[in-house]
């Protein structure tokens, strides 16, 4: 039976071409698999690295001062990108950069709130030269201004100040 | 020589054969070029979907203007985005793109769109179909932001005094 089956040549070059067809087939399609695979890890990472490089924001005042204080509470460097500054009015933000402003894991920044500059537009200006950073930017007595920063990774945190006018 | 040239048998044999070498070069070139092509339009196109990532990173109403919304968008994927379509509570609306909203932009495509370039900001101007502070309008909005590539973000947002 086997003998037979071996010595018949009739639909060989049937199997051999369908053969070759699908190892055509496969090395095309490989590289499209191998591609798709590639990106989905790639971005699998991003996401892992967003999860673990959370920030958390506080607001801290005197009767001179407001600053804000910038918490690095994952395990992953953070770059702030961007400072909201929210009312019921406006809108505005103060642009950080891309690469200038690291927070380390662990570590905390401090973002004062120059409360002698009145912004004009929808962009607030921000001083790197001086440590701490400054916002230039004067909170609305009696008026609730909400902070919201977010990361380069696209991580938000947020605060909100009410500065009472004073008696 | 002049045997062999005279000899015109098994002509048909070699010319059959380089014909039919010559059509399957033909048909499998033909057949490559179309798939590479095939290839890196899925790359560029819906292939690169899974690199686009989109934040809704604020949204503004502004009580002098009811009739819209403004939206900023912040790309932090791995790739440029442009967007396709918007949705306010189920229904397509208009927007705008604001041009000193991002920081660097781009026409990738060359289609006359904005694409969003990675860790860039951009503005964009919703025009409501019913006016936020209507009575007939709902108290949340669900934005809903489709791309390009198929990428959809959607996020519910509650109107001012609510």
């Known amino acids: 039976m086997l003998r037979r089956f071996l010595k018949d040549r009739e639909g060989a070059s049937e199997v051999v071409g369908t053969a070759l067809f699908l190892v055509i087939l496969f090395f095309f399609f490989s590289n499209v698999f191998l591609w798709h695979d590639q990106v989905s890890s790639q ?14 924001m506080d607001v801290t005042f005197n009767e001179t001062d407001i600053w804000l204080v910038v918490d690095n509470v994952g395990g992953l460097d ?10 019921d009015d406006a809108h505005l933000y103060a642009d950080f950069g891309l690469d200038e402003n690291f927070v ?41 201004v909400v902070f919201r920063v977010i990361t380069k990774r696209a991580n938000t945190a947020a605060c909100s100040l009410t500065l009472q006018p004073p008696p | 020589m002049r045997k062999f040239r005279g000899n015109n048998r098994a002509i048909s044999p070699v010319l059959g054969t380089v014909i039919l070498v010559l059509i399957v070069v033909i048909g499998m070139s033909a057949v490559f070029s179309f798939f590479v092509g095939y290839v890196s ?14 934040e809704i ?11 819209s919304v403004d939206v900023w968008l912040y790309n932090y994927g791995e790739i440029e985005v442009e967007l396709d379509s918007v949705f306010v509570n189920g229904w397509p609306v208009d927007f705008v793109f604001y041009p000193a909203s991002a920081r660097e ?15 860039s900001h951009a503005k964009y ?8 502070d209507d009575e007939d309008a709902k108290p949340v909005h669900v934005l809903r ?18």
């Open chain 1, 43 to 56: 971005m699998d990472q991003v996401v892992a690295d967003r999860m673990n490089s959370g920030i958390r």
């Open chain 1, 78 to 87: 953070v770059s702030l990108s961007r400072l909201w500054i929210i009312t």
């Open chain 1, 104 to 144: 380390g894991a662990g570590r905390q920044m401090n973002i004062t709130i120059d409360n002698m500059t009145v912004p004009a537009g929808e962009e607030v200006q921000v001083s790197f030269v001086s440590d701490p950073i400054e916002v230039k930017y004067k909170p609305p007595v009696g008026d609730t």
């Open chain 2, 41 to 54: 339009d899925y790359q560029s196109g819906r292939g690169s979907a899974v690199m686009e990532l989109l």
């Open chain 2, 57 to 67: 990173e604020d949204v503004f109403f502004d009580s002098d203007d009811t009739g």
């Open chain 2, 105 to 119: 932009l781009g026409d990738f495509d060359g289609n006359g769109a904005v694409d969003i370039l990675t860790f």
């Open chain 2, 125 to 132: 101007r919703l025009s409501l179909v019913v006016d936020w």
């Open chain 2, 145 to 162: 932001f489709v791309t390009k590539r198929g990428t959809i973000v959607e996020r519910e947002y509650f109107t001012p005094g609510v």
